[in-house]
């Protein structure tokens, strides 16, 4: 996903500020990611599609398989 981004890398944005803060408003996270809430929504959802990120009745949390990308990644 970053590297096709026009606007830059995100994915691991995303990930870690969601892996920091777990059901947290999405509102808040994209604050957290400098992101719009609007394009965070829909970039969690791109992620969602890959298992990496679960919904909660409030925000989100990491999946076992998201926090070993964001391990990977980090890395």
Same mark, same amino acid.
């Given at each position: 996903?970053?590297?096709?981004? $026009?606007?830059?890398?995100?994915? =691991?944005?995303? &990930?870690? *500020? ?8 999405? %509102? ?9 809430? $609007?394009?965070?929504?829909?970039? =969690?959802?791109? &992620?969602? *599609? ?8 409030? %925000? ?16």
């Amino acid at each position: 996903f970053d590297r096709r981004s $026009k606007s830059g890398p995100w994915a =691991v944005a995303a &990930l870690q *500020a969601i892996a920091a803060q777990p059901a947290v408003r999405a %509102g808040d996270l994209a604050e957290d990611a400098s992101m719009e809430r $609007k394009d965070f929504k829909a970039r =969690v959802r791109k &992620l969602k *599609a890959l298992g990496l990120p679960e919904s909660l009745e409030v %925000g989100y949390q990491l999946s076992p398989r998201g926090r070993a990308v964001l391990h990977h990644l980090e890395r």
